[in-house]
Protein backbone atom coordinates (compact mmCIF):
# COMPACT_ATOMS: atom_id res chain seq x y z
CA UNK A 1 0.00 0.00 0.00
CA UNK A 2 1.39 3.17 -0.72
CA UNK A 3 1.51 5.33 1.66
CA UNK A 4 3.18 9.05 1.88
CA UNK A 5 3.90 10.28 5.76
CA UNK A 6 5.12 14.26 6.41
CA UNK A 7 6.76 15.12 9.96
CA UNK A 8 8.68 18.44 10.88
CA UNK A 9 6.22 20.69 10.96
CA UNK A 10 5.44 23.06 13.86
CA UNK A 11 5.61 26.80 15.06
CA UNK A 12 8.52 28.91 14.36
CA UNK A 13 9.67 32.55 14.63
CA UNK A 14 9.51 34.79 11.39
CA UNK A 15 13.26 34.22 10.42
CA UNK A 16 13.23 31.19 11.80
CA UNK A 17 13.78 27.27 9.71
CA UNK A 18 12.24 24.45 9.49
CA UNK A 19 12.92 20.58 7.93
CA UNK A 20 10.05 18.98 6.99
CA UNK A 21 10.30 15.05 6.06
CA UNK A 22 8.45 12.91 3.78
CA UNK A 23 8.51 9.11 4.15
CA UNK A 24 7.59 6.47 1.46
CA UNK A 25 6.51 3.58 2.12
CA UNK A 26 4.60 0.44 -0.42
CA UNK A 27 6.77 2.11 -3.66
CA UNK A 28 10.46 3.10 -4.23
CA UNK A 29 11.45 7.01 -4.67
CA UNK A 30 13.66 6.46 -7.27
CA UNK A 31 10.61 5.74 -9.72
CA UNK A 32 8.57 8.84 -8.70
CA UNK A 33 8.98 12.14 -8.32
CA UNK A 34 7.51 14.05 -5.04
CA UNK A 35 6.11 17.20 -4.97
CA UNK A 36 5.12 19.30 -1.60
CA UNK A 37 2.01 21.57 -1.73
CA UNK A 38 0.77 23.45 1.36
CA UNK A 39 -2.98 24.80 1.79
CA UNK A 40 -3.17 28.09 4.10
CA UNK A 41 -6.49 28.77 5.52
CA UNK A 42 -9.19 29.42 3.08
CA UNK A 43 -6.85 29.49 0.34
CA UNK A 44 -6.45 26.99 -2.48
CA UNK A 45 -3.72 24.46 -2.02
CA UNK A 46 -1.00 25.45 -4.41
CA UNK A 47 2.67 23.76 -5.30
CA UNK A 48 5.73 24.54 -3.34
CA UNK A 49 8.61 22.32 -5.20
CA UNK A 50 8.79 19.75 -6.87
CA UNK A 51 11.86 17.19 -7.43
CA UNK A 52 11.83 14.48 -10.52
CA UNK A 53 12.77 11.49 -10.44
CA UNK A 54 13.93 11.36 -14.05
CA UNK A 55 16.59 13.92 -14.08
CA UNK A 56 16.93 15.08 -10.47
CA UNK A 57 15.25 18.49 -11.27
CA UNK A 58 13.51 20.30 -9.13
CA UNK A 59 10.78 23.35 -9.39
CA UNK A 60 10.35 26.17 -7.01
CA UNK A 61 7.20 28.45 -6.82
CA UNK A 62 8.25 31.97 -6.43
CA UNK A 63 7.50 32.77 -3.27
CA UNK A 64 10.10 30.38 -2.10
CA UNK A 65 12.65 30.56 -4.73
CA UNK A 66 16.06 31.01 -3.04
CA UNK A 67 14.62 30.23 0.59
CA UNK A 68 13.10 26.23 -0.05
CA UNK A 69 15.29 23.77 -0.59
CA UNK A 70 13.97 20.18 -1.70
CA UNK A 71 16.05 17.12 -1.43
CA UNK A 72 15.54 13.30 -1.53
CA UNK A 73 17.29 10.69 0.31
CA UNK A 74 16.40 7.41 -2.28
CA UNK A 75 18.03 5.07 -0.13
CA UNK A 76 16.00 6.62 3.12
CA UNK A 77 12.94 6.86 0.63
CA UNK A 78 12.29 9.97 2.30
CA UNK A 79 12.31 13.69 0.62
CA UNK A 80 13.15 16.92 2.62
CA UNK A 81 11.84 20.44 2.86
CA UNK A 82 14.43 22.46 4.31
CA UNK A 83 12.54 26.01 4.82
CA UNK A 84 14.46 29.09 5.59
CA UNK A 85 14.11 32.80 6.21
CA UNK A 86 10.09 31.87 7.15
CA UNK A 87 7.15 34.46 6.75
CA UNK A 88 3.89 34.66 8.27
CA UNK A 89 2.69 34.14 4.72
CA UNK A 90 4.13 30.41 4.87
CA UNK A 91 2.30 29.84 7.45
CA UNK A 92 -0.33 26.55 6.06
CA UNK A 93 -0.81 23.20 5.93
CA UNK A 94 2.15 21.36 3.92
CA UNK A 95 1.72 18.27 1.98
CA UNK A 96 4.28 15.99 0.16
CA UNK A 97 2.34 14.27 -2.92
CA UNK A 98 3.83 11.91 -5.77
CA UNK A 99 2.24 11.47 -9.46
CA UNK A 100 2.03 8.40 -11.24
CA UNK A 101 5.28 6.09 -11.55
CA UNK A 102 7.96 7.69 -13.84
CA UNK A 103 5.71 11.48 -14.39
CA UNK A 104 7.40 14.70 -13.68
CA UNK A 105 4.37 16.14 -13.43
CA UNK A 106 5.17 16.94 -9.47
CA UNK A 107 4.20 20.21 -9.11
CA UNK A 108 0.70 20.02 -10.91
CA UNK A 109 -2.56 19.22 -8.55
CA UNK A 110 -4.69 17.32 -11.14
CA UNK A 111 -1.82 14.75 -11.70
CA UNK A 112 -1.10 13.58 -8.50
CA UNK A 113 -2.25 10.37 -7.71
CA UNK A 114 -1.39 9.73 -3.57
CA UNK A 115 -0.84 12.51 -1.04
CA UNK A 116 0.21 12.27 2.58
CA UNK A 117 -1.91 13.90 5.56
CA UNK A 118 0.03 16.97 6.01
CA UNK A 119 2.41 18.44 8.55
CA UNK A 120 0.79 22.38 9.55
CA UNK A 121 3.54 25.01 10.03
CA UNK A 122 2.76 28.39 11.37
CA UNK A 123 5.12 31.44 11.30
CA UNK A 124 4.61 33.67 14.19
CA UNK A 125 5.72 35.79 16.90
Known amino acids: QVQLVESGGGLVQPGGSLRLSCAAS????????IGWFRQAPGKEREGVSCARSRDGSTYYAEPVKGRFTISRDNAKNTVYLQMNSLRPEDTAVYYC??????????????????WGKGTPVTVSS
Open 97 to 114: AAPRRGSDYCNHLEAIDY
Open 26 to 33: GFSLDYYS
